[in-house]
C-alpha cells in the first residue's frame, strides 16, 4: 500500500503519465514485502520548483509505506526511480530528489492495517 508522490516542473502528458505509473509500480516492488499493483501515485506537473538557483527541470519525489523499511531498501528504489523520472522526462539525475516515509498506521477500505 504505498503512496508516492510525483512533483516537477515540466509538463507531463497522459501517455507518459501511464509509463510513470507502471514503471514507478514495479520500482516500489523492490521492496520486500510490496507488491505490484498496489501503488497509488500522485502526479503533479507543471509545479514551481526551484533548485540551486534554476528553475530547470527538477522533481520531487516521496514515497510512503506502511510499516519500516531499511536503509538498504531504500538505495535501490531511489536508483530505479531517479532513472525511471530521468528517462522519461528527461530530468538531470542530480536535479530528482528522492524521499522516503514509513508510517506503522495505515488505512484502507474503512480499516487500519
Same mark, same amino acid.
Given at each position: 500500500?504505498?503512496?508516492?508522490?510525483?512533483?516537477?516542473?515540466?509538463?507531463? &502528458?497522459?501517455?507518459?503519465?501511464?509509463?510513470?505509473?507502471?514503471?514507478?509500480?514495479?520500482?516500489?516492488?523492490?521492496?520486500?514485502?510490496?507488491?505490484?499493483? =498496489?501503488?497509488?501515485?500522485?502526479?503533479?506537473? &507543471?509545479?514551481?520548483? =526551484?533548485?540551486? &538557483?534554476?528553475?530547470?527541470?527538477?522533481?520531487?519525489?516521496?514515497?510512503?509505506? =506502511?510499516?519500516?523499511?531499511?536503509?538498504?531498501?531504500?538505495?535501490?528504489?531511489?536508483?530505479?526511480?531517479?532513472?525511471?523520472?530521468?528517462?522519461?522526462?528527461?530530468?538531470?539525475?542530480?536535479?530528482?530528489?528522492?524521499?522516503?516515509?514509513?508510517?506503522?498506521?495505515?488505512?484502507?477500505?474503512?480499516?487500519?492495517?
Amino acid at each position: 500500500m504505498p503512496f508516492v508522490n510525483v512533483k516537477t516542473n515540466v509538463s507531463v &502528458n497522459k501517455e507518459v503519465h501511464n509509463k510513470l505509473y507502471n514503471e514507478i509500480d514495479c520500482a516500489i516492488a523492490l521492496i520486500p514485502c510490496i507488491e505490484k499493483g =498496489w501503488t497509488m501515485v500522485n502526479f503533479e506537473d &507543471n509545479c514551481i520548483l =526551484w533548485f540551486e &538557483n534554476s528553475d530547470a527541470p527538477a522533481a520531487m519525489v516521496e514515497v510512503s509505506v =506502511w510499516g519500516d523499511i531499511l536503509d538498504n531498501n531504500c538505495q535501490p528504489v531511489t536508483k530505479k526511480i531517479t532513472d525511471i523520472i530521468n528517462s522519461l522526462l528527461s530530468i538531470d539525475k542530480n536535479r530528482i530528489y528522492v524521499n522516503f516515509f514509513s508510517t506503522p498506521y495505515w488505512g484502507c477500505g474503512g480499516n487500519n492495517y
